[in-house]
């Protein structure tokens, strides 16, 4: 009981920060290295060519206020700022946790493992092989929620005014939701938990799971720091899988 109650004050903060230790762990190290270097080329290529065509689109993206905002112009200037990075940070994060997705299986699951004790059937490289097919089947199904959620989104970036200044806090707020489904759900998946059913439990804690993907959000914005970012909130997300979901998700399944 003591244990639960210590567990549910842990908060996204807590297991944002326990995933940059639990990402050096002896023997997992090694299973860290492939997602790293799928990051490192994705979000390090994309950012880098992101920078030098940032001084050609802010300028084109500021000629669309009307006359009547001018005067908010050095409050829209950062926000189009953001607004650029939030879209191409997560879009690019997007691809890279797509190619790597088996390897962030395998991943979050052998850190299951040490943090239980107990090591999942066809675990290891061998198992990942085999549910490949599987994998990319849950990886479209996040797709499939994604997108048009997404666009529908990007559709108000052509409001003037309204899309400028609401929906950059609308995109920061949905991005953060979908790096919390992103990242949990592998963890879920190697359970064999259904997309929705796996939704619906991180809905019961939504508030700690917003602040977990708000952080993963924001560090995927910071140069450098967003190359690694990755195996680390795959290894917090894994964290609050065994405390917060494992129990009850594997418990149900065993009835």
């Known amino acids: 009981m003591d244990r639960e109650n210590s567990v549910s004050s842990f908060n996204g903060v807590h297991y944002f920060s326990r995933g940059w230790k639990l990402v050096r762990m002896p023997g997992i190290r090694r299973f860290v290295v492939i997602p790293?270097?799928?990051?490192?080329?994705?979000?390090?290529?994309?950012?880098?060519?992101?920078?030098?065509?940032?001084?050609?689109?802010?300028?084109?993206?500021?000629?669309?206020?009307?006359?009547?905002?001018?005067?908010?112009?050095?409050?829209?200037?950062?926000?189009?700022?953001?607004?650029?990075?939030?879209?191409?940070?997560?879009?690019?994060?997007?691809?890279?946790?797509?190619?790597?997705?088996?390897?962030?299986?395998?991943?979050?699951?052998?850190?299951?493992?040490?943090?239980?004790?107990?090591?999942?059937?066809?675990?290891?490289?061998?198992?990942?092989?085999?549910?490949?097919?599987?994998?990319?089947?849950?990886?479209?199904?996040?797709?499939?929620?994604?997108?048009?959620?997404?666009?529908?989104?990007?559709?108000?970036?052509?409001?003037?005014?309204?899309?400028?200044?609401?929906?950059?806090?609308?995109?920061?707020?949905f991005s953060a939701w979908m790096l919390s489904i992103q990242y949990c759900d592998y963890p879920f998946d190697n359970h064999k938990v259904s997309f929705p059913r796996m939704r619906n439990a991180l809905r019961q804690h939504k508030t700690a799971n917003m602040q977990f993907g708000a952080l993963v959000s924001l560090f995927t914005m910071i140069p450098i720091i967003n190359l690694v970012i990755m195996p680390v909130a795959v290894c917090g997300a894994t964290a609050m899988w065994v405390d917060r979901y494992r129990a009850d998700l594997v418990r149900a399944d065993l009835r």
């Open 36 to 173: 790293l270097l799928v990051n490192i080329v994705i979000l390090g290529g994309a950012f880098t060519w992101l920078f030098y065509r940032l001084g050609n689109w802010i300028p084109a993206l500021m000629a669309q206020i009307p006359d009547w905002l001018q005067w908010l112009s050095y409050l829209l200037w950062p926000l189009s700022v953001i607004s650029i990075v939030l879209v191409f940070s997560y879009f690019f994060s997007t691809i890279a946790n797509l190619i790597a997705a088996p390897f962030c299986g395998l991943l979050a699951e052998q850190l299951e493992g040490r943090l239980t004790g107990k090591p999942l059937p066809d675990s290891g490289w061998l198992g990942m092989m085999k549910d490949i097919p599987r994998i990319m089947k849950r990886e479209l199904q996040k797709l499939g929620y994604y997108l048009p959620r997404a666009l529908g989104l990007l559709l108000l970036y052509f409001i003037p005014g309204f899309g400028q200044t609401v929906a950059p806090l609308l995109w920061f707020l």
